[in-house]
């Protein structure tokens, strides 16, 4: 099999309705969560998904875990079309394609023990009564660096740090011995100096068991040392996609210098002028015409307004659209 | 398939049941209800035991037996019929309990599973189920009770049917709302995730979940079911051929115990009834203290008495706005060692200066914020140290003279504040209630000129200030609470975690706001954050802190090039640097220390990569670097001086 094909995302699209502007009006409106984005990923691939919040990072993973029904649009998992598999059909995919959720506080079901968090999904696959299911979970466990085991296996969580939770819903996660991890913001809740043991644990576990994380983030920082391929959402829409170095270091688009521009950088010495755009992503109802950045783009031209800007390639891995690449 | 976790040992529920007594042991209401059903229960199940007469016996019963008063013979008297009212009491609990137990069980499997396939499936079900729900709680139960054991035979077991199938309605609400905000909670969609099946689910994470609330239900369903009995009897609808203490409260009636002044046949069973109700209700407030306990809100409480009167003591530093000296501060409670939440804090503050407050999640950043203004919760004590603002300090000056500084002189951000915002009045309202609350003698008809005008300081446009708190995106909500802050032009701000829920765009644009606020009024501010990016974008100066106490105290410059305390150095490295991609994150292993059971050492000893014997027994003092005003807390400061 191809491994340029193991996962493949073609104009994917999300629109939820959102009742009608007035009481009789026919027309409902729309929110435009995820408008038409495209991507392949690797095996063993890291990419991280970056975008201010409503930009649709969350309802694309939902998409992809096929939690959310796209509206349009196919994904492709080892070549199979999965964009609208049942739940019956779906369950096998399901355990190669695993997620963990942001807020490592409410994801866990505070009256379970962690032992049977970390083995309820092999009791949901039918694993339940594997011999080696108790190794199976102490491995996960001790992967996920909860180690050793046994000192948490009986804990609640509500006895273990954010950071150790985190761990546990990365070792329920790995104990199906997925091959995709979907990460969305797995550390913006947690303390600086627990959030790289997390990052640093994704990081490794790409190697040593040859994973590919899809990881999804408001803060380009975070991911900055160990992503391969960065894609810069706004709006729906994927308007930068590319090498790590490529995005960091040759910003095309607008909205990525900006977002570059604002991380913050942990040296006074470094100060320097930031590009601070002006109001907030706007409502995804009533999408901006033309560039949908136009509105907030400090160096917008007249012609954003009209036309949208299509994906300009500009290198074999970097494309970004906006009009003024378009030679 | 089958959907149990079936690791559930028998430990864990042993000890579960251990932790639910020991906290249940603590509400003294719950515990008396308990032990009054226990009376009630022993009796029902010894009845042969402890009744002196067999159940209605009528033997040997003479025209004089009726009504006799309580004596040796029959300690409550004799009724009607010439039978020992404590013998029928004592088999009259059988039926109560009877009555309350299977109609409550009905009850509740009706409810429960109503409110669940409800709460868990929504949609067409929910509409359906929840429709038939309110048109059942509209129709007064008693009176339909009345209605349908008055057309059927009224047997005992058509009496539990009725009042079971008639009294679940308010069991289905509550199991139904329980189920929609456990549903919601991540760990469902998690589980979703991991591909349980919904029958899993609706087992594994929902049940456990509802189950408190549904036994807390239970208890009063019972306790509803009884007094509903109770009175059909009474009506002289029970069942003729059982004695429940509403049938003998009937018989008592209407067999002239009034006109005989046999007050025992009235008395004895009708304090039975309102014996177990009150024992039930007691039982069931004492399981939902336990099972659903509310949070512990954090109440801004003025903390007690100030140390201490005498204003002996002076700032050191001449042309400060702001001094805090030595401060510590621990949260005491009954039968808990004390916390030392903050221990031994200094600082300064001149006009127009931004200092940096980092450190990771508890800390004490926002206790030794609070304590500035003495709004510790009622558990937190100033134990040592002065606070000077304006020469003045605060720790000694009465709760009215204090009045006068808070808001005006020094105002605060609280943490996680702009998700209060009162979701039913427009953001403007609640801007023009701070300003009356806090500066009463400025005039009302200047007031929503100001509004406007505090808005406009904070980027907020005239046409957004009549919108309400969820039409303002994070972002605003947290500039409307800085608009408040500034209501009164106080001296000083302290933003308590002011970005931390935000997007870096929207962090960038509240940094900015802070900054340009600085400049054009000439407010210090205090800047509460665990993120050492913002601090080094924005402060003059920065407190490092670490369980409770300085690690490290610099301006700006000097933290970030010259940091001389391992923590410093240790969270600096952890911080991602765009500016060196690629370049492995280390983290500190392990996790801040518990403050009620501190290391004997360094607070810092058990994560510190440098840590050498000296750290483990004895606490650093803090030591002064050079002479600008650096200092660290560290034994490696001191052997290198
Ligand atoms: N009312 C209270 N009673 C007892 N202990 C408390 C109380 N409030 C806070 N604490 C404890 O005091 C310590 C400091 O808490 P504080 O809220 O000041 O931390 P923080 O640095 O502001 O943390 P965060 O970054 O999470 O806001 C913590 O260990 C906390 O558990
Ligand atoms: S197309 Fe125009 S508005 Fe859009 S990003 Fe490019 S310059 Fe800005
Ligand atoms: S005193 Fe010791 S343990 Fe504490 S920070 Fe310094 S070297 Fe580390
Ligand atoms: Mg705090």
């Known amino acids: 099999m191809s491994t340029e094909h193991f996962l493949e995302v073609q104009g994917l699209k999300k629109h939820f309705e959102a009742g009608r502007p007035a009481l009789f009006s026919r027309d409902v409106q729309k929110v435009h969560a995820v408008d038409g984005v495209g991507f ?18 969350s309802t694309l993973a939902l998409l992809l875990m096929g939690l959310e029904d796209p509206t349009a649009g196919t994904i492709k998992f080892e070549g199979q079309d999965i964009t609208h598999l049942n739940d019956h059909e779906r369950k096998d995919l399901r355990r190669k394609i695993q997620m963990v959720f942001q807020d490592p506080y409410e994801s866990l079901n505070p009256t379970q023990t962690i032992e049977e968090i970390v083995t309820e999904p092999l009791v949901v696959h039918g694993f339940a009564n594997v011999p080696d299911r108790r190794e199976r979970v102490v491995k996960a466990m001790e992967d996920a660096g909860l180690k050793p085991a046994e000192v948490y296996m009986s804990r609640y969580p509500h006895e273990l740090s954010g950071g150790q939770r985190q761990r546990v819903v990365i070792a329920a996660a790995l104990v199906l011995e997925p091959e995709i991890i979907l990460a969305d913001e797995p550390v913006s809740m947690l303390d600086v100096s627990i959030r790289a043991e997390v990052i640093n644990l994704l990081a490794e576990l790409r190697i040593t068991r040859q994973i590919a994380v899809i990881f999804i983030t408001h803060d380009l920082g975070s991911v900055g040392f160990f992503a391969d391929r960065v894609a810069v959402m706004y709006l729906g829409r994927i308007v930068e996609i590319g090498t790590m170095l490529e995005v960091l270091e040759n910003p095309q688009h607008p909205y990525t210098k900006a977002l570059i521009s604002v991380i913050p950088v942990p040296n006074p010495r470094l100060r320097h002028e930031r590009i601070i755009l002006k109001g907030e992503t706007p409502n995804p109802i009533n999408v901006p015409s033309g560039c949908r950045f136009h509105p907030r783009c400090p160096v917008a031209i007249e012609s954003c307004k009209a036309s949208d800007p299509p994906m300009v390639t500009l290198s074999k891995t970097h494309q970004s659209a906006c009009l003024l690449l378009v030679k | 398939m089958q959907t149990t976790l079936q690791n559930t040992s028998p430990n864990k529920t042993a000890s579960q049941l251990f932790n639910f007594w020991e906290s249940f042991k603590k509400s003294g209401t719950g515990v008396v209800g308990l032990y009054m059903i226990i009376v009630i229960l022993i009796l029902a199940i010894f009845a042969p035991l402890i009744a002196p007469y067999d159940e209605s016996s009528t033997a040997n019963v003479g025209i004089s037996d009726i009504y006799q008063p309580p004596s040796a013979q029959h300690w409550f008297g004799t009724d009607d ?65 009345v209605v349908i054991v008055a057309l059927t035979k009224p047997s005992l077991f058509n009496i539990i049917l009725v009042i079971g199938l008639l009294g679940w309605t308010t069991t289905a609400r509550v199991v139904r709302s329980q189920t929609l905000a456990v ?15 919904k029958p899993h689910i609706v087992i594994n994470h929902i049940l456990p979940l509802v189950m408190p609330i549904l036994v807390v239900q239970g208890v009063l369903v019972i306790s509803l079911a009884i007094l509903n009995e109770s009175t059909l009897s009474f009506i002289g609808l029970g069942d003729p051929s059982v004695l429940s203490w509403g049938q003998m409260l009937n018989y008592a009636f209407g067999r002239g115990a009034l006109s005989s002044g046999a007050w025992w046949a009235l008395l004895v069973p009708g304090l039975g009834i309102v014996w177990i109700v009150l024992g039930l209700t007691l039982l069931g407030q004492g399981l939902e203290q336990v099972l659903n306990p509310r949070t512990d809100t954090h109440h ?7 140390l201490s009167k005498e204003a002996l003591v002076k700032p050191l530093h001449q042309n400060t706005l702001f001094e805090v000296q030595n401060l510590s501060i621990h949260y005491v409670g009954e039968g808990k060692a004390p916390a030392h939440a903050v221990e031994d804090v200094s600082f300064t503050l001149k006009e127009g200066e931004l200092m940096g407050l980092v450190g990771e999640s508890g800390c004490g950043k926002t206790t030794l914020m609070l304590a500035l203004l003495r709004l510790l919760p009622s558990a937190g004590q100033i134990v040592n140290g002065k606070v000077f603002f304006k020469g003045k300090d605060l720790t000694s000056l009465s709760e009215e003279e204090l009045n006068e500084i808070r808001w005006r002189g020094i105002s605060i951000v609280f943490q996680g504040a702009m998700n209060a915002l009162n979701p039913v009045r427009t953001v403007g309202d609640q801007i023009t209630e701070a300003v009356m609350k806090h500066e009463p003698k400025f005039p009302k008809e200047n007031i929503p000129a100001r509004v406007t005008q505090l808005l406009e300081l904070v980027g907020i446009t005239a046409d957004q200030r009549d919108h309400f708190p969820h039409q303002y995106s994070g972002g605003m909500r947290q500039r409307a609470m800085i608009a408040m802050a500034l209501a009164c032009n106080p001296d000083v701000i302290i933003a308590d975690e002011p970005t931390t829920a935000l997007d870096v765009m929207i962090q960038a644009q509240i940094l900015e706001l802070l900054d340009n606020l600085r400049k054009k009024l000439g407010l210090a501010v205090i800047f509460v954050t665990h993120d050492l990016g913002i601090v080094a974008e924005l402060c ?23 940091p001389k305390h391992p923590y410093t150095q240790e969270l600096l490295k952890a911080f991602p640097d765009l500016t060196k991609p690629k370049k492995k994150l280390s983290s500190i292993p392990g996790y801040p220390p518990r403050l009620d059971a501190l290391p004997a050492g360094c607070r810092f000893a058990p994560r510190c990569p440098a840590a050498f014997e000296r750290c483990h027994t004895e606490q650093p003092a803090l030591h002064s670097i050079g002479n600008n005003n650096h200092i660290a807390s560290c034994h490696l400061v001191e052997a290198s001086k």
């Open chain 2, 81 to 145: 019929a010439g039978q020992d009212v404590f013998s029928n009491f004592v088999y009259g609990a059988r039926v109560s309990l009877t009555v309350g137990f299977f109609a409550a069980f009905i009850s509740l499997i009706i409810g429960g599973s109503f409110g669940l396939i409800a709460g868990f499936f929504g949609g067409r079900w929910e509409t359906s189920l929840m429709r038939f729900t309110d048109i059942m709680l509209v129709i007064p139960d008693l009176p339909l009770t």
């Open chain 2, 183 to 197: 549903k919601s909670r991540k760990f469902i969609l998690r589980a979703r995730a991991i591909g349980a099946s």
């Open chain 2, 300 to 306: 801004l409480m003025p903390s007690r008495l100030p």
């Open chain 2, 540 to 562: 003059d100066k920065v407190l490092v802190m670490y369980g409770g106490v300085t690690a490290e105290y610099a301006d700006v410059d000097t933290i970030y090039n010259n």
């Open chain 1, 40 to 57: 392949t990923l690797r095996r063993s691939e890291v990419i991280a998904l970056v975008g201010e919040s409503g930009c649709g990072k």
